[in-house]
């Protein structure tokens, strides 16, 4: 967030599943870039190797979850990494 700003990280349950949910008020993305968001090798930095989010996602699969990412120019961006709740009870 290169004009600052604030993230905000919550802990929902719902339906049986946890959610976590980042919220930051950058800059946004294209809806194009979020369709693109995990493959190999896809990165908008300049820096970037593109493996990190694709990393993310397989180990978040791999618990049966998923992500979940809603953004909007000049608005900011929202991720939502939800995981089946584990029930002490069986």
């Known amino acids: 967030m290169p004009a600052g700003g604030d993230i905000r990280i919550e802990l929902v349950q719902q339906d049986g599943m946890v959610e976590v949910h980042i919220t930051d008020q950058g800059g946004g993305m294209p809806e194009a ?19 990190g989010l694709m990393v993310s996602f397989k180990i978040v699969e791999q ?5 979940n990412i809603h953004s909007q120019q000049g608005v900011g961006t ?7 709740a584990f029930d002490q009870n069986r």
């Open 63 to 67: 618990h049966n979850g998923s992500i």
């Open 33 to 51: 870039s979020i369709h693109r968001l995990g493959e190999p090798f896809y990165t908008t930095k300049e820096s970037g190797n593109g493996l």
């Open 78 to 84: 929202v991720f939502r990494v939800s995981f089946p």
